[in-house]
């Protein structure tokens, strides 16, 4: 049996606590960790690259547009520029594909996993089909006290959840939309998508008396720190499968952070979904569901580069996210 750290079992609680009270935002500005010699390696001349940062933003404010407050970065002429919401709606692209990062990334590490992401995901694609490719960077910066940083993040989770529902809600009912997810991330996509239902996620919802528009978006939950039964009737997340066109699960059996997520709550002993997959798939519609078991390619990993160095896992996202526009 492995023996763990103190603060890496605090680590593992932020894979299962719900709701708690959010701490302060992380109030770096992501423009400044990045320094102007970083480039996006393998940029495709018809894609475009982009950061939506909410490091800065507490809580929700009721009496703004969520989008109108998050940061925006788009990568020109070799360096990040500060941009805005009317210029990012106003790139038109073939697809959007969004990249969700997990849990203790500070700002400069969310562009490098974001850059891994796309290199990996669109830079093989060899169509001429365009993509805007989006690093999210939310405030996951460890912060100090483990304990303190677990219960912080936990709670960001549902907030980030709705800000990611507020922006994708603002888009055409047309737009092919992929979402790309990793541990914690994962979790914030599935939530996302539970919100662009009309459902409530502790006390987040989108009406605004206005429908929701039909947005079908593809996703990939890679090793989600999220409880398996969420999707079930019932379930925190249960509308996630509803809205999304297609869902990949890949999973870890030997991820050696996700085994303890039992230890969470010794009662109901719940298991992570990026551990064990989802057992009842068959209570999803027909075709939504996909897995795949990660486990003997990667062996006991919780890195996110290893999935992407693993062309069998990080193909099979590619298909699910680009194909059939973008599949070589």
Not at 70 to 78: I, P
Not at 289 to 304: E, S
């Amino acid at each position: 049996m492995i023996r763990l750290s103190k603060h890496l079992f605090f680590l593992l609680l932020i894979l299962s606590v719900t709701f708690v009270r959010i701490g302060r935002a992380d109030s770096s500005a992501e423009l400044s960790s990045w320094p102007d010699s970083a480039c996006a390696t393998g940029l495709r001349p018809q894609d475009s690259l982009w950061l939506i940062g909410t490091r800065h933003l507490g809580c929700p404010d009721p009496d703004l547009p969520p989008s109108e407050s998050f940061q925006y970065l788009r990568y020109e002429g070799q360096n990040w520029q500060e941009s805005h919401f009317p210029d990012f709606q106003n790139d038109h692209r073939d697809m959007t594909v969004f990249y969700i990062h997990g849990n203790r990334v500070d700002s400069g590490q969310a562009f490098s996993r974001g850059r891994e992401a796309y290199e990996a995901l669109v830079q093989p694609a060899h169509q001429p089909t365009a993509v805007r490719f989006v690093v999210w960077s939310w405030p996951s910066t460890q912060i100090h006290g483990p304990k303190r940083d677990v219960l912080t993040k936990a709670a960001r989770t549902n907030v980030e959840s709705y800000y990611l529902a507020s922006l994708l809600a603002q888009f055409p009912p047309e737009t092919e939309v992929g979402l790309f997810g990793f541990s914690f991330g994962a979790r914030i996509i599935s939530g996302s998508l539970h919100l662009l239902s009309g459902s409530d996620l502790c006390g987040y919802r989108l009406a605004n008396g206005d429908p929701l528009p039909v947005l079908h978006p593809r996703a990939v939950l890679t090793a989600a720190a999220m409880d398996r039964t969420w999707w079930l009737p019932g379930g925190f997340h249960s509308q996630c499968p509803a809205v999304a066109d297609s869902l990949l699960v890949q999973f870890n059996p030997n991820d050696p952070v996700l085994k303890l997520y039992p230890r969470i709550d010794r009662h109901s002993r719940p298991q992570a979904l990026g551990y064990t997959g989802f057992p009842w798939a068959g209570t999803l519609d027909a075709g939504t569901l996909q897995q795949q078991n990660a486990g003997c390619r990667l062996g006991k990993t919780h890195d996110v580069s290893k999935y992407f160095d693993a062309p069998e896992i990080i193909g099979r996202a590619r298909q699910v996210l680009l194909d059939p526009p973008l599949l070589p």
